[in-house]
Every structure is written in structure tokens, then in C-alpha cells.
């Protein structure tokens, strides 16, 4: 297991759903026509191992892993946890659908 990149989200600045999609657009460099919601947050996140498609502006190779660190994920509310559970675990499953291992990691930290 390699992990190539990694970002940190801090769920105490994190309150809206929207929040959440800014902190993931701003990390991981979404592009412009990037819709706010559900499915484009995994479409775009789903392009991490394939930086051609220009979804991220960081990617990992199809090997590796990002780490995506969660700081304050207690003190977040429960549709927030939810969301991101949710994204990352859609996005993993498409990966493994297409036969490659899961490609984020969850990292919970204080």
C-alpha cells in the first residue's frame, strides 16, 4: 500500500453540505464546471487515478492511495459524516467494479 498524496478536511470549519463540497473542490482542485452535489463530488473524485480527464488537479497512480484526513469528525454534524462515508465509500466501489483495489483511504484525527 502506497499512499501518494494526502489532504486534511477540518470538520470544525466544515457546517453545511456545501462546505463540505467547497473543502473537497478546493483540495482536490475540481474543475470549474464542477456542479455542488453528490454525483459530480463523486465523478470528480473518482478522476484521481486518472489525471488525464482533468476531474482533479492531484492524482494517485493505479496502485496508489490517497489519505484523506478527517481532523474533528466527532464534532461534525450527522448528515456531514454521513456525506462523506457515502462519498468515499461510492467512489472505492467504483474502482472495485472495474477490478482496481479502493483508492482513498480515511484517516481520523484530532
Same mark, same amino acid.
Given at each position: ?5 494526502? /489532504?486534511?478536511? +477540518?470538520?470544525?470549519? /466544515? ?41 482533479? #488537479? ?10 484523506? +484526513? ?6 461534525? +454534524?450527522?448528515?456531514? #459524516?454521513?456525506?462523506?462515508?457515502? /462519498? ?21 484525527? #484530532?
Amino acid at each position: 500500500m502506497q499512499v501518494e498524496q494526502s /489532504i486534511t478536511l +477540518n470538520f470544525s470549519s /466544515i457546517k453545511t453540505i456545501d462546505d463540505l463540497y467547497d473543502e473537497l473542490a478546493f483540495h482536490l482542485g475540481f474543475p470549474d464546471f464542477f456542479a455542488h452535489n453528490m454525483d459530480a463530488v463523486i465523478d470528480c473524485m473518482f478522476g484521481i487515478r486518472y489525471p488525464d480527464e482533468g476531474m482533479t #488537479k492531484i492524482s494517485v497512480s493505479q496502485s496508489g492511495y490517497l489519505s484523506l +484526513n478527517i481532523k474533528n469528525f466527532s464534532r461534525a +454534524n450527522i448528515e456531514l #459524516k454521513d456525506s462523506i462515508i457515502y /462519498i468515499v465509500e461510492f467512489v472505492n466501489y467504483k474502482y472495485q467494479f472495474k477490478g482496481l483495489e479502493p483508492a482513498i483511504l480515511l484517516c481520523f484525527i #484530532k
